[in-house]
C-alpha cells in the first residue's frame, strides 16, 4: 500500500513539475515574442491608420499642392513688380547734370555739377520758403528822416519773420568743400556722392514742405514762421558718422554708407560687423542697394513733431527712420543754443517749440537701368549674386 502511494505520489509531483515548467515556458513566450509583437502590430495599424487619413486629407491633396504652385508664382509677379516699380523710381529721378554718370571724367561736367549743387540748394530753399534772419548793424546813431537803431531792428525782425521757415543756405544742408572750390572740380567718387546727397536732401525737403503746406492750409493761416509748424532747418548731414543723436551713446562708422552684410555678422563671429541692431535693421548689399544713414535736426512746434516722424517714414520714398529725440526750447535754453538762426525766441511765435532730432536710413538702390550714378557694368554682376543668393534662400 505505501509503496502504491509512493510511486502515485512521485506521478504526481512529476506531473506538477511538468505543469510549471509549461507555464513558465508559456509565460516566458508571451512576455518575450507575443507582448511586444502586439505592441509593435498596434503601432502599425496605427500608422496605417495615420497614413490613410494623411492619403483621404487636404494636407496633400493635388488641388492644394497646385494652390501652393499659384501662391509662389504670384510672390515672384510682386517681387518683380517690387523691382521694376524700384528700377521705374531711380530711371524718374535725372541727375543734376546729364553725361556725367556713370562713367564720364569729363572735367567740364564736373564743374558744372558744383554749380548745379549749389542751385540745388537754391531750389529748396525756395521749396520751403525759406531765408536766413538778418539784422542790420547798430551803430548807436540815429539813421535817416530820424531813425533811430531800435526802429531799424524792429522793422528787420518784422521783414524776416515773413518766411515760412528759417533756414541758412550754407549752414543747415549737406555742402561738401568742394562746392565753394573755386579751382578744383569734384572727383567722380565725390560727384556720385554728392548726387546721393541731393536726391536724399530732396526726400527729405519734400516731406517737410508738404507738411507746413498741409497745417497752414487746413488752419488758414499766413505762410509765416509764427504759423508753420517746423519752423526752422537747422541741419540734414549724411553719413555713419553723422547719423547719430546728440548726448546719446548711439555706435557708429566713420564710412559713408551702412557695412556691407555678410552671414558671419549675423552670428558675431567674423565677418563684417556693422552698428548695433537698428529700427531698420538692414546692411548695405553692393549690387542691390546701399544703406546710407542722415541725421535732421529742425525747430517745430511741439505738437506736430509725431506728425513731422510719420511723414518721414510714411511717404512714397525709400526713408525709414530709426531713432528721434525731443528737446523743449525756453526762453532760458534758446538763449544757450548756439546753433539757432533766429535772433529772438519770439521769431518763432508763441506756441510750444521744441528741438528734434531725427536719425534715419535712405536706401540707394543699384539695380541695372535704375539709377544713372551706379557703375551698370559692376551692378550688373552682383545684382546677379543678390538674386542667387535670394533664390537659394540666403
Not at 513566450?29 to 492619403?55: C, D, G, I, K
Amino acid at each position: 500500500m505505501m509503496e502504491t502511494i509512493k510511486r502515485h505520489a512521485f506521478l504526481l509531483g512529476l506531473a506538477a513539475g511538468v505543469v510549471a515548467i509549461s507555464l513558465a515556458v508559456v509565460l516566458m513566450v508571451y512576455f518575450v515574442y507575443v507582448s511586444p509583437n502586439e505592441a509593435t502590430r498596434r503601432l502599425l495599424s496605427s500608422t496605417r491608420s495615420r497614413a490613410t487619413a494623411l492619403r483621404k486629407g487636404k494636407m496633400f491633396s493635388e488641388d492644394l499642392v497646385n494652390q501652393m504652385a499659384e501662391q509662389v508664382g504670384r510672390r515672384k509677379k510682386q517681387y518683380d513688380g517690387l523691382l521694376g516699380y524700384v528700377k521705374s523710381l531711380g530711371a524718374a529721378r535725372k541727375p543734376l547734370i546729364e553725361g556725367l554718370f556713370p562713367t564720364s571724367t569729363d572735367v567740364n561736367l564736373r564743374h558744372r555739377f558744383k554749380a548745379a549743387y549749389d542751385e540745388a540748394l537754391g531750389r529748396f530753399m525756395k521749396r520751403l520758403g525759406a531765408g536766413t534772419p538778418t539784422l542790420p548793424v547798430r551803430t548807436g546813431r540815429r539813421r535817416g528822416k530820424g531813425e533811430t537803431d531800435d526802429l531799424a531792428l524792429a522793422e528787420a525782425r518784422q521783414e524776416y519773420r515773413k518766411f515760412t521757415m528759417f533756414v541758412h543756405p550754407k549752414q543747415s544742408f549737406e555742402r561738401p568743400s568742394w562746392v565753394d572750390d573755386p579751382k578744383e572740380p569734384p572727383s567722380p567718387e565725390e560727384a556720385r556722392f554728392g548726387q546721393e546727397d541731393i536726391w536724399l536732401m530732396e526726400d527729405i525737403v519734400e516731406a517737410i514742405a508738404r507738411m507746413n503746406d498741409d497745417v497752414l492750409k487746413n488752419k488758414n493761416a499766413t505762410p509765416v514762421v509764427a504759423n508753420a509748424p517746423v519752423k526752422e532747418l537747422i541741419e540734414i548731414s549724411i553719413g555713419c558718422g553723422s547719423a547719430t543723436l546728440s548726448d546719446t551713446k548711439m555706435q557708429s562708422t566713420s564710412e559713408r554708407y551702412r557695412p556691407v552684410y555678410t552671414p558671419a555678422a549675423r552670428g558675431g563671429f567674423g565677418g563684417q560687423e556693422g552698428r548695433a541692431p537698428t529700427l531698420s535693421g538692414r546692411y548695405s548689399k553692393h549690387g542691390f542697394y546701399i544703406v546710407l544713414p542722415w541725421r535732421l535736426a529742425v525747430v517745430v512746434e511741439a505738437r506736430y513733431a509725431g506728425e513731422l516722424i510719420r511723414r518721414l517714414k510714411g511717404g512714397e520714398t525709400f526713408l525709414s527712420v530709426e531713432a528721434w529725440s525731443m528737446n523743449p526750447i525756453t526762453a532760458t535754453s534758446f538763449e544757450q543754443m548756439r546753433n539757432l538762426t533766429a535772433n529772438l525766441r519770439d521769431d518763432y511765435g508763441k506756441q510750444g517749440i521744441a528741438y528734434v532730432e531725427v536719425v534715419g536710413e535712405s536706401l540707394v538702390f543699384q539695380l541695372p537701368g535704375g539709377r544713372v550714378a551706379t557703375l551698370v557694368t559692376a551692378a550688373k554682376a552682383t545684382a546677379g549674386e543678390a538674386a542667387e543668393k535670394k533664390t537659394s534662400g540666403e
